[in-house]
């Protein structure tokens, strides 16, 4: 008998914590640069250097994320494009992939492939069920979920940090018990780590209801 997937914390962003520690690590360059430990007997000119140099590292990072996301929101607006064409009469949406639980929903679903925190889907809702693709060149079908498999879907919550952002909590049933699968959806037009407004995921949650029940 397979367990019920459980809710699980969002995954911290890498990002966030090397900006936490370059940050410390200038403060307490600055905090040295100030007020010298003659402990530590470092020049002057050693401590601006080391100053300047982590604000550059910092900079660099920047610049670099930066393009990344110019890069990953291109390629993301370019298969979601390619998808409608493809699928004129489907609803197609971009899914991030920001909770833990998601990861663990496509596992118990049957996908043998690794998923990776930058892995992002498309959502591919018809008639007879929703499909999940991931990929670029061309994107590939990951999994199929008819939606006689689908208890609910309903509107829900995640947390990073102290903000709180909007997702679709679906409810899926597997042979003795259920799986939990937390959606996040891309707001169209934005980098794909921009999660979609509240009234986006409200209008995406009637839409996926209409194509279950119709």
Do not use: C
């Not at 919550?157 to 952002?165: L, P, Y």
């Not at 679709?168 to 259920?178: A, N, V």
């Not at 891309?186 to 839409?207: C, M, N, W, Y």
């Amino acid at each position: 008998m397979k367990a019920v997937s459980r809710r699980r914390k969002p995954v911290r962003s890498v990002s966030i914590t090397f900006f936490v520690l370059v940050s410390i690590f200038v403060v307490g360059r600055v905090v040295i640069l100030l007020n010298p430990n003659s402990e530590f007997p470092l020049s002057q000119r050693q401590n601006e250097i080391a100053v300047v140099g982590a604000f550059a590292i910092v900079a660099l990072v920047f610049v670099v994320g930066l393009v990344s996301m110019w890069i990953g929101s291109f390629r993301v607006s370019k298969r979601t494009d390619e998808m409608s064409a493809a699928h004129p009469e489907a609803l197609v949406v971009n899914l991030g992939n920001r909770i833990v639980s998601f990861r663990g929903a496509l596992r118990s679903l049957g996908v043998k492939k690794r998923i990776y925190r930058r892995n992002f889907f498309v959502m591919v809702a018809s008639e007879t069920g929703f499909s999940l693709y991931s990929g670029y060149t061309p994107p590939k079908q990951v999994t199929f979920v008819p939606w006689a498999d689908v208890v609910s879907i309903g509107r829900g919550e995640f947390t990073i940090g102290f903000k709180t952002f909007p997702m679709i909590e679906l409810r899926l049933k597997r042979m003795g018990g259920s799986i939990y699968m937390p959606i996040t959806i891309s707001q169209p037009g934005r980098d794909p780590f921009h999660v979609g407004k509240p009234e986006l995921v409200v209008r995406t949650i009637e839409a996926l209801n209409r194509l279950r029940v119709g």
